[in-house]
């Protein structure tokens, strides 16, 4: 039904869940449909689904075309706005952050585009307590970290260039984690193609990091959340299994602020 998982605590409205079945079925649809077509995609009878869209239709959840298909109505934007509105996105992402952490047991780290580049806003120290010289402030290189690469991927050249520039401020080379390395538009369409960052040489040896991007509503990169870890716990790979949860965990937050991710399966219950 939605980005997070059920809660099974307590007694639920049937009926209440069952009219949201056909809402999950327009939403992952999105484009209008026939009361049979949509019924049977919802795994309700016609005859069953028409009540609930009647009922769904005077709320304004739901609306009928001049051809008779349903779609969603204007009730459903104005909780959709209400929704944006009322949802701090990094605090949401500062707890995706701290629950990512919890899970995987390593260090995770949230990070914005600020007035020089990648910059950390969260850290949340994993079980292993590897020694990294970064905390909250630390601006990364772009190109010389998984981060600094996630955003590059996704951010508009004229943005990212300048950060890249070897005549910075002496105090924030002297300060900027990571040194620049070669990065190419090879390595952007594999960042887009798999949602997973990293560089062949870490900042610090030993150390292993890989980075994935978080989206908001218009679908621009709002973040980047970072895994961090000895070398020989932490893989590289883009198809390694903490790479699984992380792209799980970005691809869940970004669909919580709104962005309609067309390669995530959408779960119909």
């Not at 909780?79 to 919890?102: F, H, I, K, N, Y």
């Not at 690469?149 to 105090?171: C, G, I």
């Not at 040194?179 to 560089?199: F, L, N």
């Not at 883009?238 to 965990?249: C, D, N, R």
């Amino acid at each position: 039904m939605s980005s997070k998982t059920q809660s099974s605590e307590g007694r639920g409205v049937q009926s209440i869940e069952t009219g949201s079945q056909l809402l999950e079925v327009l939403i992952t649809r999105g484009e209008p449909m026939m009361l049979k077509e949509l019924a049977a995609a919802a795994g309700i009878a016609p005859a069953q689904a028409h009540p609930y869209l009647v009922s769904l239709r005077n709320l304004g959840m739901v609306e009928q075309n001049r051809a008779g298909r349903y779609q969603m109505g204007p009730f459903a934007l104005d909780l959709a706005v209400t929704r944006m509105r009322s949802v701090d996105p990094m605090q949401l992402a500062g707890e995706a952050v701290v629950d990512l952490s919890l899970e995987t047991g390593l260090t995770a780290l949230l990070s914005v585009w600020g007035a020089f580049g990648p910059t950390v806003v969260v850290v949340h120290e994993g079980e292993d307590q590897i020694h990294m010289n970064t905390k909250v402030g630390t601006v990364y290189s772009v190109t010389g970290t998984a981060t600094g690469r996630t955003f590059a991927a996704y951010l508009p050249p004229e943005q990212t260039q300048p950060s890249m520039r070897s005549n910075l401020p002496k105090f924030f080379l002297e300060h900027c984690v990571g040194t620049p390395q070669p990065y190419d538009d090879k390595d952007i369409a594999q960042i887009r193609e798999t949602r997973i960052s990293a560089v062949p040489n870490p900042p610090v040896p030993g150390i292993n990091a890989i980075a994935s991007p978080v989206f908001d509503h218009l679908g621009q990169i709002l973040a980047v959340i970072t895994l961090v870890a000895d070398a020989r716990i932490l893989d590289k790979s883009p198809t390694s299994a903490f790479a699984h949860t992380l792209v799980e965990a970005t691809r869940s937050l970004s669909a919580e602020l709104g962005y309609w991710d067309e390669e995530r399966p959408h779960q119909i219950v």
